[in-house]
């Protein structure tokens, strides 16, 4: 795409005027949009790749809290070549250390391991800071690693994920929670107040049409998800609820690179308004 060979500022500039038919405040940025453009641009704070390394975050995250916190690495690899599907536990979830969202669902051997393998060489190619300027990726040195499929695999033969609570912190503090359903299949896009009010407003995938039942092990994901968020003015961070307790998943400091709209537009200032850059 003509966009990724643009020096970085331009390609911030011009994905955001492409979404937002506006360029953004970068001098007083006010909104949650602006605010994330501001940060792809400008803030190179030395602690958040090793955050955003999915093998690394995960380690920081079974040092502070236990094992139990992490859903367990199965291996970690250098390359595609090295794996041998033969030795894997099925189902499992191979996934990029330094991107988001490219996951190869695996429930069993795969008959044809040359087409798996070549789908591995490009997530590892990949090079998620050039078609989203996020600055952090571009400072991991790319790996894979394997993980157990831990929801119900698959259904109708199409992986199954387990809903994503995201909770919004801003210095610390968890301001909103995102509850994402149906990754897969139908996805469902919900937000909650910590005390599990809804707030009524979309973002980028429609509401489900009903309400989402409270998840058993929230406050325990709060405080945690507040514990992580400590001495970063935002960070979104995500966990599941496995058998009642919180599990790890990732930290995200550029949601959507800030190009995902929400309507109305005033929560796009009303989440700008948390966050004191």
Same mark, same amino acid.
């Given at each position: 795409?003509?966009?990724?060979?643009?020096p970085?500022?331009a390609h911030?500039l011009?994905?955001?005027?492409r979404?937002?038919?506006?360029?953004?405040?970068?001098?007083?940025?006010?909104?949650?949009?602006?605010?994330?453009?501001?940060r792809?641009?400008?803030?190179r704070?030395a602690?958040?790749?090793a955050?955003?390394?999915k093998?690394?975050?995960?380690q920081?995250?079974?040092?502070?809290?236990g094992e139990?916190?992490?859903?367990?690495?199965?291996a970690?690899?250098?390359?595609?070549?090295?794996i041998?599907?033969a030795?894997l536990?099925?189902?499992?979830?191979?996934?990029p250390?330094?991107?988001s969202?490219?996951?190869?669902f695996?429930r069993?051997?795969?008959?044809?391991?040359?087409?798996?393998?070549?789908?591995?060489?490009?997530?590892?190619?990949?090079r998620h800071?050039?078609?989203?300027?996020e600055?952090a990726?571009?400072?991991i040195?790319p790996r894979?690693?394997?993980?157990?499929?831990?929801?119900?695999?698959?259904?109708?033969? $199409?992986?199954?994920?387990?809903?994503?609570?995201?909770?919004h912190?801003f210095g610390?503090r968890?301001?909103?929670?995102?509850?994402?359903v149906?990754?897969?299949?139908?996805?469902? $896009?919900n937000?909650y107040?910590?005390?599990?009010?809804?707030?009524?407003f979309?973002?980028?995938?429609p509401?489900?049409?009903?309400e989402?039942?409270?998840?058993?092990?929230?406050d325990?994901?709060?405080a945690?998800?507040g514990?992580?968020?400590?001495?970063?003015?935002y960070?979104?961070?995500d966990?599941?609820?496995?058998?009642?307790?919180s599990?790890?998943?990732?930290?995200t400091?550029?949601?959507g690179?800030?190009?995902e709209?929400?309507?109305?537009?005033?929560?796009?200032?009303?989440?700008g308004?948390?966050?004191?850059?």
């Amino acid at each position: 795409m003509f966009r990724d060979a643009l020096p970085t500022h331009a390609h911030v500039l011009i994905d955001h005027y492409r979404i937002h038919w506006r360029l953004p405040n970068l001098t007083h940025p006010k909104t949650f949009s602006e605010k994330i453009a501001w940060r792809m641009l400008y803030d190179r704070d030395a602690r958040i790749p090793a955050m955003v390394d999915k093998i690394a975050a995960k380690q920081q995250m079974a040092a502070r809290f236990g094992e139990r916190f992490v859903i367990p690495t199965l291996a970690v690899y250098d390359n595609a070549a090295e794996i041998d599907f033969a030795l894997l536990p099925y189902p499992c979830v191979i996934k990029p250390n330094h991107a988001s969202g490219f996951n190869v669902f695996l429930r069993e051997k795969p008959p044809g391991e040359r087409k798996v393998r070549r789908r591995l060489l490009d997530l590892l190619r990949y090079r998620h800071q050039h078609s989203a300027e996020e600055w952090a990726y571009s400072q991991i040195a790319p790996r894979l690693l394997v993980e157990p499929f831990v929801a119900e695999p698959f259904i109708d033969g $199409r992986p199954h994920g387990l809903t994503d609570y995201k909770f919004h912190t801003f210095g610390g503090r968890v301001f909103a929670v995102q509850v994402d359903v149906g990754r897969y299949t139908r996805h469902t $896009r919900n937000f909650y107040t910590p005390e599990w009010e809804p707030m009524n407003f979309s973002l980028l995938y429609p509401r489900a049409s009903g309400e989402i039942p409270k998840p058993a092990a929230l406050d325990e994901m709060i405080a945690r998800a507040g514990r992580i968020g400590e001495g970063f003015s935002y960070v979104r961070v995500d966990l599941y609820e496995i058998e009642g307790k919180s599990k790890f998943g990732e930290v995200t400091f550029y949601p959507g690179a800030g190009l995902e709209v929400f309507k109305p537009k005033q929560f796009d200032a009303l989440f700008g308004e948390q966050w004191n850059l």
